[in-house]
């Protein structure tokens, strides 16, 4: 089992920034991959950054050139800078873990962190 901490989330202005930290209870190195997703209120939960292993980054089309996703492997941690928020990216933001097994994919989630952007 992988537990995944965040924390970061709250309130900002439209225009601002916020960095959300996730804290895995293992190497992140080790895992295939991890990432942020979110869940705004009556909409599903979607990718919004991911970093897989080998450092190689994905952005959903919303957040590009405003989210930047890193991993710090020393102190087991990924991070999401947000930058240049806007009212729409309001959401609970879920920080997932990837692990590769002979059957398929494991996912892992933590506890979900609340962001939101005023108007």
């Known amino acids: 089992q992988v537990q995944l901490v965040e924390s970061g989330g709250g309130l900002v202005q439209a225009g601002g920034s916020l960095r959300l930290s996730c804290a895995a209870s293992?190497?992140?190195?080790?895992?295939?991959?991890m990432g942020w997703y979110r869940q705004a209120p009556g909409k599903q939960r979607g990718l919004v950054a991911l970093i897989t292993k080998g450092g190689s980054t994905d952005y959903a089309d919303s957040v590009k050139g405003r989210f930047t996703i890193s991993r710090d492997n020393a102190k087991n941690t990924v991070y999401l800078q947000m930058n240049s928020l806007k009212p729409e990216d309001t959401a609970v933001y879920y920080c997932?873990?990837?692990?590769?097994?002979?059957?398929?994919?494991?996912?892992?989630w933590g506890q979900g962190s609340q962001v939101t952007v005023s108007s």
């Open positions: 997932n873990a990837k692990r590769a097994n002979p059957l398929g994919i494991t996912d892992y």
């Open positions: 293992e190497r992140v190195f080790g895992l295939n991959a």
